[in-house]
């Protein structure tokens, strides 16, 4: 069953601006990620964020999880047009399963 | 290049055939998976193999059959193909332990079904 749920499921902003997507889950998890595809193109991990943290940094990426709303949250930094991709977030679930779980993702687009 | 590579890129072909992906990786991995995503671009998983075990079946058609000579190579075989299937299938590997679960992404192999 589908377990994480983005949101909104397109977003378009300018250049420079700041995007934030949503994510949401349903079962306890050991870690949850999020994943970028350019069009065409395989997935590609952008960040790891633990059951255990509440927010995390790469560059101009700034990821939190609140496990108690099952929820997180993916905000972009200063847009760039490279950004322009769909993000997907993936949870680990708890119980050794060794899968990972993918949302339906989110489309961004950056307008010069 | 370290990668994970899979083959052909593009599968064209008619209903009721029997076609074959292939997925390499040179990573060192020892899991590997292999993930259908269809046209609203929902990925979901079909199998995953560690140590040249099947670990996670999916609730997949037998038509599917993968198949891991070894850790570094993932094969997915389809008989008797359906309209159905057409969708991007994609590799990826893992390696187990660590506390981490990050996985790697081959390129797709985008099949047809007409």
């Known amino acids: 069953s589908q377990q994480g749920e983005e949101d909104p499921q397109a977003l378009s902003i300018q250049e420079g601006e700041n995007a934030t997507m949503n994510c949401s889950y349903k079962?306890?998890?050991?870690?949850l990620q999020w994943y970028r595809q350019n069009s065409g193109r395989g997935l590609v991990h952008l960040i790891l964020i633990r059951s255990n943290e509440r927010e995390k940094h790469s560059g101009r990426l700034r990821v939190t999880l609140d496990t108690s709303k099952k929820s997180s949250s993916l905000l972009i930094t200063a847009s760039r047009a490279a950004d322009t991709a769909s993000y997907f977030c993936a949870t680990d679930a708890t119980g050794g399963a060794q899968k990972l779980v993918f949302g339906q993702g989110t489309r961004l687009t950056i307008n010069p | 290049d370290t990668a994970v590579s899979q083959t052909p890129k593009y599968l064209v072909t008619q209903m009721g055939n029997d076609k074959s992906i292939k997925c390499e990786q040179n990573l060192g991995h020892d899991t590997m998976y292999w993930y259908k995503q269809d046209s609203k671009k929902f990925l979901k998983i079909m199998f995953s193999?560690?140590?040249?075990?099947?670990?996670i079946n999916e609730t997949v058609p037998n038509r599917f059959s993968p198949k891991s000579p070894d850790k570094a190579h993932l094969n997915l075989h389809i008989n008797s193909l359906e309209l159905g299937d057409s969708a991007v299938y994609f590799c990826?590997?893992?390696?187990?332990?660590?506390?981490?679960?990050?996985?790697?992404f081959g390129p797709g192999t985008r099949l047809t079904v007409l």
């Open positions: 990826a590997s893992r390696k187990s332990g660590g506390g981490r679960n990050e996985q790697f």
């Open positions: 193999y560690n140590n040249k075990e099947l670990i």
């Open positions: 079962t306890s998890i050991n870690n």
